[in-house]
């Protein structure tokens, strides 16, 4: 028998965001995150530095987000935490303090896939956001992954369709790299596109077969088609930024709509929910909102906080996992590779 109110402390490190989140049940008390600016400098995350920020960032993090949800750690019924997959040694510092405070409080410790907290995000109980049902398709897209899962019940998840190479989430970022914008670019692209003309400059879709994607060779096509126009002319980008931009992500969007269609058609199923930090996207949201009336879909979008990496996503896995009785051990280890 479970206990009625079920207090789980979530930790997310698996890049270069330290979060805490503290849910009651499926409903989130507090959702706590450290943003690393450290890495604008570079250009991207360094992961030695990512690791440093959260072994300074991770106690204070979880001191707050237990004194923002008004909950004492003795009342916590397990600690749940990213396993993977990630970087390294930003993977290695949230697991083990989730492996160290779950031992000194003698509670249940939980091993969550990054991946699989992205989906399941949707079952956060939010005012106005609703759940979809199962069987339902996810889009996952971020900076590392590009999926399409299948998703049965809340442990039963298949990918149907995945990248071969780069994450849509990187042709953001290095479009915006060769546009000169600063990272992360990805929220920068958008921001521009919104003001520009879609289909004034026009790129080719790369040939994948079935439901599987490819990005590599966009990003060497804008990197091409970028450099041709600044040698005719040096102040191209400046004058075109708009409409680069927006047709970038038009091609983008093309790509992701094409691929949720075969999918739809190939499984039956017309309930779509994307998660991620590339679901952040305004252009993709609005897309994906107009499916429904276009193609009769069900779509569902997760609240802007639990798109990003945050541990409010961890915690909702947790509970699912708590009530079911999937704990870890105390051999558990951080992947920086894991498949569902």
Not at 117 to 127: N, P, R, S, V
Request: charged letters at 20%; a negative charge; glycine letters at 8%.
């Amino acid at each position: 028998m479970h206990p009625e109110e079920v207090f789980i402390l979530a930790i997310e490190s698996s890049c270069d965001d330290t979060a805490a989140a503290v849910l009651r049940n499926n409903k989130v008390l507090s959702n706590v995150v450290a943003r690393q600016h450290i890495h604008e400098e570079y250009g991207g995350v360094v992961p030695e530095l990512a690791s440093r920020a959260h072994q300074q960032n991770i106690v204070p993090v979880i001191d707050v987000a237990l004194k923002k949800a008004g909950v004492a750690k003795e009342q916590l019924a397990a600690i749940a935490f990213t396993q993977g997959p990630g970087l390294m040694g930003s993977l290695l510092v949230g697991t083990s303090f989730a492996k160290s405070l779950a031992m000194a409080l003698q509670i249940p410790l939980i091993a969550v896939n990054h991946m699989h907290a992205h989906i399941l995000a949707h079952f956060i109980d939010e005012e106005g956001f609703d759940k979809p049902e199962f069987p339902f398709l996810a889009l996952t897209i971020s900076g590392g992954h590009t999926q399409i899962v299948k998703v049965n019940d809340f442990f039963d998840l298949e990918i149907i369709g995945e990248t071969t190479d780069d994450a849509v989430g990187e042709a953001f970022d290095k479009t915006a790299k060769i546009l000169g914008l600063p990272y992360p670019g990805g929220p920068l692209i958008d921001q521009f596109a919104a003001a520009g003309n879609p289909k004034r400059f026009a790129f080719t879709k790369p040939k994948v077969d079935g439901l599987d994607f490819s990005f590599s060779g966009l990003k060497t096509q804008i990197l091409y088609f970028v450099q041709k126009h600044v040698a005719e002319n040096p102040n191209f980008i400046e004058e075109n930024k708009n409409d680069i931009c927006a047709s970038v992500q038009n091609i983008i969007i093309e790509i992701l709509m094409e691929k949720l269609q075969l999918a739809v058609a190939e499984t039956g199923i017309r309930q779509i929910a994307i998660g991620g930090g590339v679901s952040a996207n305004s252009g993709i949201r609005n897309t994906l909102k107009a499916a429904e009336g276009k193609y009769g879909w069900k779509t569902f979008i997760p609240k802007f906080e639990y798109t990003t990496d945050n541990a409010a996503m961890i915690g909702i896995v947790g509970y699912h996992n708590y009530l079911h009785d999937k704990f870890a051990d105390a051999a558990v280890v951080a992947k920086a590779r894991i498949e569902f």
